[in-house]
């Protein structure tokens, strides 16, 4: 995955984050084919995009986001 998608796919889980009906408008169209492309990259399959993703405020979206995939493609650290 680019840097531009995987930076689309945190701004998009930032959003479901802060609003979560915020996500449903941004995934049509255009907006969503970034997301679509990611999930056929198989380290990140396993994430859902329109489910939300539950870390701790210790965490960043990122850090939670990386952590997430590592844990269902990685195994535990």
Same mark, same amino acid.
């Given at each position: 995955?680019?840097?531009?998608?995987?930076?689309?796919?945190?701004?998009?889980?930032?959003?479901? +984050?802060?609003?979560?009906?915020?996500?449903?408008?941004?995934?049509?169209?255009?907006?969503?084919?970034?997301?679509? *492309?990611?999930?056929?990259?198989?380290? +990140?399959?396993?994430? *859902?995009?329109?489910?939300?993703?539950?870390?701790?405020?210790?965490?960043? +979206? *990122?850090?939670?986001?990386?952590?997430? *995939?590592?844990?269902?493609?990685?195994?535990?650290?």
């Amino acid at each position: 995955m680019s840097s531009l998608q995987m930076s689309q796919y945190l701004e998009l889980i930032q959003a479901r +984050v802060r609003e979560p009906r915020a996500l449903q408008g941004a995934l049509s169209g255009r907006a969503r084919r970034p997301i679509e *492309a990611a999930l056929v990259v198989p380290n +990140v399959r396993g994430l *859902a995009p329109e489910r939300a993703l539950l870390y701790p405020e210790s965490l960043s +979206v *990122a850090e939670a986001l990386t952590r997430a *995939a590592h844990l269902v493609h990685g195994g535990v650290t």
